[in-house]
């Protein structure tokens, strides 16, 4: 028996690639800007990078600090 899926969407980057992403990126670095973060992975729209960052903040795997309109991201080992 053959199953054939009608009207399958794309399959967008995995969430949790893009969050290991993030944190590789932060290990790196320490501190990252998100508008820093967004030109860094244009394969991701704006929209799932914001909810991945979401989710290691509240997770506390990162510190989001806002100045203002702008949101960076430390490592958690940073000390601010």
């Known amino acids: 028996m053959t199953t054939v ?12 690639t ?9 290990e ?10 967004i ?4 394969q991701y729209s704006w929209n ?8 290691l903040a509240r997770f506390g795997k990162i510190v989001l600090r806002r100045h203002r309109y702008d949101y960076t991201l430390f490592s958690t080992s940073y000390a601010a």
Request: proline letters at 7%; aromatic letters at 2%.
């Open 5 to 16: 899926l009608l009207d399958q969407k794309p399959i967008a980057p995995r969430v949790h």
């Open 28 to 37: 790196e670095e320490s501190v990252v800007g998100l508008d820093e973060l």
């Open 39 to 42: 030109e860094m992975l244009p």
């Open 48 to 55: 799932q990078i914001f909810h991945a960052v979401d989710q």
């Open 18 to 26: 893009l969050e290991q992403t993030i944190l590789d990126r932060l």
